[in-house]
């Protein structure tokens, strides 16, 4: 296949500027960019298939530019309902620094920041050089503009538009930039560039968007919608990225393997029919899993991160450290420990069982395990000197429930 096979077949493409752009890809080597603003010190994974496609487009020659809005982090990009909350400059310049060593650590490619340039113009030449090229009514027409228009939206969002066009103005000029690439919301911005180029310099920039990656929700990944996997560790540990992915929906998952990883057609159509005739082997969510966390953080990344999950299912959680488990049971119930108690009160002092009946019952069955294992006497002391890295008393009940004590 060519790139813009490829690209369509993995349901990369939404919007093209123009006809053109698929032969350019495929015969040319263009420079291009793609941005981000800095309103958050890390990337999540609804920016990864669209900075993935940097690295993609890369192995066929293509120049990537990756830009950080450290000036239209400062404005906001207008939402659909209601003016974002504005950033100090503090946090843009932490959120900046964050986001540029992301950046180059993960894909490697330049970065470059538009508050260097956009910072340098005063306001009367930005009318001037700038605004006089766009029409109001041709801004109007933007869909995210147009669906503000009722509720209200401020000159500061308005323009917002024309400073990502100026942007791609910019570096056209200073960089040879002749495509810019984004997720499909910001298809109105990419066109404010292509105009204001035309008009301006009488040249033809191209735009290409991609849809954006949805959960199996239909919602769309993002620090707004409180669904976000950030693609720093210390964020989101590999093992809770492992968690997410390897429970993906069967409905989604061999869309994510299109546009989240490099396996090839053939990979991902095999992969496809023998999971469709065994999905409860999870084949394809096992295979997303690894060539995500891979990319992002290493097969050494994966590898424990597997390894927590296995051992969390089977329960033998003796075999992993303090930290590990940390990771492993971050958000179940906690209590404290601190003096030395029989069992049966624990379970029933801490909420993990009812009634001393019910405790019993639980223990009779082998369904009470502490640090990985199973426990029938009830009047089994735990103390701190049976704490895992003298930290952590790990209580588990039935397969699936944790509970963790910490030591005092």
Known sequence: MTLFEDLKWRGLIKDISSPELEKKLNDEKLTFYIGTDPTANSMHIGHFSSFLIATRLAKYGHKPILLIGGATGLIGDPKPTSERKMITKDEVLKNVEGLTRQAKDIFGFEVVNNYDWISNINIIDFLRDYGKYINVN?????????????????????????????????????????????????????????????????????????????????????????????????????????????????SVVIDYLKKLTFLTREEIEDIECKHNMKPEERLAQKNLAREVITFLHGETEFEKAQKMSEVLFSGNVDSLNASEIEICLKGVPTFDISDDISLIDLLINNNILSSRREAREFLNSNAISINGKVVNDENMIISKTIAIDNKFIVVRRGKKKYYLGITK
């Open 138 to 250: 041709y801004m109007l027409d933007k869909d995210i503009i147009n669906r503000r228009l009722d509720s209200g939206i401020t000159f500061c969002e308005f323009a917002y538009t024309l400073l990502q066009g100026l942007d791609f103005v910019h570096l056209n000029k200073t960089k040879g930039v002749t495509l810019q690439v984004a997720g499909s919301d910001q298809w109105g911005n990419i066109t404010t560039g292509i105009e204001l180029a035309r008009k301006k310099d009488n040249i033809e920039l191209y735009g290409m968007t991609m849809p954006l990656v949805l959960d199996s929700n239909g919602v769309k990944f993002g620090k707004t919608e409180g669904n976000a996997l950030w693609l720093d560790k210390e964020k989101t540990s590999s093992y809770e990225l492992y968690q997410y992915l390897i429970n993906t929906d069967d």
